[in-house]
């Protein structure tokens, strides 16, 4: 697709959409809100990546903002889906319709003034700001407060008044999340009672993306059922049961700040962060289906803290290497304990001076010494918290069924380095690799 942007300057952006993106795109301008439901890997961030920045280029002086769940999803997702060969190339200040890219900001200038801005949205606030004309909400079902975010985004809309017409309006791309009750997502883009009336649903499966090989849909298909199957293969609503564990998210969030770790609910402190004694980084390894990584800390209690994670599909061992390396200059040194699968991503691991081992713990050992840490002791506490941030890993808890292999990656990496601590209680210090 050509787009001229200004009389001296002409760029082709190679993206090509499929029948279920065209009709998406069709409908420009004529809906306020519009939502793109697909399966896992349908093709929706680079479709409503595409749409935002035509709507840009097509309306100088315009502004418009992406929004992603979280702020590594920026660096691990959107950048990349921006920088590709089939959008703004890469680097994006290569690009002749680009005047200015300023990473420190995260803000693209266009050579006709128009200005694209991209966040995280860990917190609904961070969405709070100056007025745009069009937003794109990406990977909506991992918000965490979704209905809080979308509210702030929508308040945004009042348009930015530097364009010739009114171009305000909203896009969401996601694969659905659960539908349990209240959802706001569906309530308002698909309950024919609550739905707001100037919202259109395009949804497609991920089997229609031409673009994704046999293989990998072939894997999807085979390893997801039920309602898994109707939401990452179909794209649709699904309601879906309570995960094999018992988590919920009054006992068990937490947040962080000023160096205390405190309950998400009430901000009671627990601990210093500093008085953590023991880290461990439990790793499974994907390709079609996702990397994950889990950064767990223990007091003395042994109780465990899920402080971060990981979690993206076809990661090269160089980028796990770097991640990992992050979270233990960022956390605290300790053991890295891994999917026992794949040995040689585990010896790439160790050549790059990280102590890598292999999981040894049986997988119903670990389900039932994971599961049994969400129980509240007779302390009032459970012996398992979770980083209010790691959205991936809640999304993961609550669907999670321990007696179907999906849904099941950073769970597999927590029980992972929870086995290791229970085999053998190692305790570390914070910069000092004791091994």
């Known amino acids: 697709m050509s787009q001229q942007s200004s009389e001296q300057n002409e760029v082709t952006i190679p993206y090509q959409p499929f029948p279920e993106q065209a009709a998406f795109h069709s409908d420009r301008y004529k809906i306020r809100h519009r939502a793109v439901f697909s399966g896992v890997g349908g093709g929706k961030t680079l479709c409503g990546c595409f749409e935002l920045i035509m709507i840009l280029i097509e309306n100088p002086g315009a502004v418009g903002y992406i929004f992603e769940p979280t702020y590594k999803m920026v660096r691990r997702i959107l950048i990349p889906t921006l920088e590709s060969k089939l959008l703004l190339g890469h680097p994006i200040e ?7 890219y300023r990473r420190g900001d995260n803000c693209i200038t266009f050579i006709d003034g128009q200005e694209l801005w991209f966040g995280g949205l860990e917190e609904p606030e961070y ?5 745009v004309d069009v937003s794109l909400i990406d990977e909506g079902q991992y918000i965490k407060k979704f209905a809080e975010s979308q509210d702030v985004v929508l308040r ?10 009114d171009i305000t309006g909203s896009i969401l791309t996601t694969t659905p999340p659960p539908l349990l009750p209240d959802c706001r997502m569906y309530d308002f883009y698909e309950n024919p009672e609550t739905r707001n009336p100037d919202t259109k649903i395009y949804r497609w499966g991920m089997l229609r993306n031409i673009y994704l090989t046999e293989a990998y849909k072939r894997e999807m298909v085979a390893s997801h059922h039920g309602a898994n199957a109707k939401r990452f293969i179909d794209g649709l609503f699904a309601p879906i049961g309570t995960g094999s564990y ?4 009054v006992t068990h969030e937490i947040e962080i700040k000023e160096g205390w770790i405190t309950r998400r609910h009430d901000g009671q402190k627990l601990l210093r962060l500093e008085d953590l004694v023991a880290f461990v980084y439990g790793t499974d390894f994907g ?3 996702p990397s994950a990584i889990a950064a767990i800390g223990f007091d003395g209690d042994d109780r465990a803290y899920i402080l971060d994670e990981f979690y993206q599909n076809r990661t090269q061992t160089e ?3 770097s991640e990992l390396q992050e979270m233990r200059e960022k956390w605290g040194t300790g053991r890295i304990v891994c999917d026992r699968s794949q040995p040689q991503t585990i010896d790439m691991l160790r050549k790059a001076n990280l102590h890598a081992t292999a ?4 997988r119903e050992d670990g389900i039932n010494e994971l599961g049994g840490r969400f129980y509240v002791q007779k302390d009032g506490k459970p012996r398992i918290y979770v980083n209010h941030n790691c959205v991936n890993w809640i999304h993961e808890v609550m669907v999670y069924n321990i007696k179907q292999k999906e849904n099941d990656h950073l769970m597999d990496a927590s029980r992972y380095g929870i086995m290791s601590r229970s085999r053998q209680k190692v305790s570390v210090t914070r910069g000092k690799v004791p091994w």
Not at 246 to 249: A, E, K, V
């Open 94 to 100: 290569s690009n002749p319709i680009v005047s200015e």
């Open 319 to 321: 980028v796990l290497i």
């Open 156 to 165: 945004r809309l009042r348009g930015s008044g530097k364009t010739d017409r």
């Open 359 to 362: 999981d040894k713990s049986k």
């Open 246 to 249: 018992g988590y919920n998210s």
């Open 127 to 131: 969405a709070e700001g100056a007025n």
């Open 287 to 289: 390709w079609t289906n």
